[in-house]
C-alpha cells in the first residue's frame, strides 16, 4: 500500500509527536501500553518524524504512554459499570482507544478536524462500532450524535485538547457534556499554568516543531473549580498514572506528585455528571 502523507499544521501536527511517542514505546520490551497499531500507523505514513521531532525520548515516550493508559484505565471504570456505553473521543488524533478498551460491546465516536478525521478514515481498521466524525470538538452538534445517552451511558475523554482551546471554549464543552450527558463523565488532562505560559512565548519547542500556544491552564490545585461550569458536575477526581517502568518511570512518577514540578506535565481529571430528572 502507498503511504501516506499528512498535510497537518499548528494543534494538529502535535497528534504526529504524540504517535511517535507511542510507537517508539509501543516497541520496548515492557512497554506501559499496549499499543501495537502505533508502530504500524507510523510506518504507514510518509512524514520525517526522526527530521521534525528529532530521536525519541524516553521521558516523553512513556509518559505519553502513561498518559494514554490512565485515559484507558478510566474509560474501563466506566465501563464495568455500563458496558453498552458510547465512548465519545474529542480531538481523538491517531489515538488507538477503541482498540485497546473494546469489550465487544461499546461503541466508540472519535470527534475531530476534518484533515484528522480523513487521516483516521484512511490508516485504521474499520468496525461496525466506531466511526469518526469530521467536526470541531467546539461545535456541540457533535453531541447529537449520540445515541440514547442516558440509556447506554457515555464518557467523553478529551485527550491533548482542551489546553489549546480558549477558557471560554472549555467551559462550553464541560457545560454541554453536564446539560445533555446525565450519568455520563468526562476524562480530562490539562497543562499547569507555567508551562502554558511558556508556550505562548513560542519558544518551546519540540525538534522542529513549535509547541502551539496553550490558552487554558489550570494547576492541579485548581481542579475543583471546574464544578463551576455547571451545576450537574457532582464529582471532581484527580486521575494518578499508572506506575512507569524503570528509572525513567520512578522519575515520572516522583515529578507528577511534587507541588512544584507536577504542573510541567499533563495532569488528569475525571468529571462526573447527575443523573437528573428523568
Not at 33 to 39: I, N
Not at 139 to 156: F, H, K, Q, T
Not at 157 to 180: F, S
Not at 218 to 243: F, N, Y
Request: hydrophobic share 40%; glycine share 10%.
Amino acid at each position: 500500500m502507498a503511504r501516506v502523507r499528512p498535510r497537518l499544521s499548528g494543534v494538529p501536527e502535535t497528534l504526529l509527536w504524540t504517535l511517535y511517542n507511542r510507537a517508539y514505546e509501543a516497541k520496548q520490551r515492557y512497554p506501559v501500553l499496549d499499543d501495537p497499531l502505533a508502530p504500524r500507523l507510523v510506518e504507514a505514513l510518509d512524514y520525517p518524524f526522526e527530521e521534525r521531532f528529532g530521536r525519541p525520548s524516553a521521558f516523553w515516550s512513556q509518559l505519553q504512554g502513561l498518559r494514554s493508559r490512565c485515559f484507558d484505565l478510566a474509560v474501563r471504570e466506566y465501563l464495568a459499570e455500563r458496558p453498552r456505553a458510547t465512548v465519545v473521543a474529542l480531538g481523538d488524533g491517531l489515538e488507538t482507544g477503541f482498540w485497546r478498551v473494546d469489550n465487544g460491546l461499546l461503541n466508540w465516536l472519535s470527534v475531530d478536524l476534518p484533515e484528522v478525521a480523513e487521516l483516521r478514515r484512511a490508516l485504521l481498521p474499520v468496525s461496525d462500532r466506531s466511526r469518526t466524525l469530521a467536526r470541531s470538538a467546539t461545535d456541540p452538534a457533535w453531541l447529537d450524535e449520540i445515541e440514547d445517552p442516558r440509556g447506554r451511558g457515555v464518557v467523553v475523554t478529551a485527550q491533548g485538547l482542551l489546553m489549546y482551546l480558549r477558557p471560554p471554549e472549555v467551559r462550553a464543552i464541560l457545560a454541554a457534556c453536564a446539560e445533555r450527558l446525565p450519568g455520563g463523565v468526562l476524562v480530562l488532562d490539562s497543562m499547569g499554568r507555567r508551562a502554558a505560559a511558556h508556550t505562548l512565548t513560542g519558544r518551546w519547542k519540540v525538534g522542529g516543531m513549535t509547541i502551539p500556544p496553550m490558552r487554558w491552564a489550570m494547576d492541579p490545585g485548581e481542579r475543583d473549580k471546574l464544578r463551576g461550569a455547571h451545576p450537574a458536575i457532582t464529582e471532581v477526581r484527580a486521575l494518578r498514572l499508572p506506575r512507569g517502568r524503570g528509572a525513567t518511570g520512578g522519575l515520572i512518577r516522583l515529578q507528577s506528585r511534587l507541588p512544584g514540578l507536577r504542573g510541567l506535565t499533563p495532569a488528569m481529571t475525571r468529571l462526573r455528571f447527575g443523573d437528573g430528572p428523568r
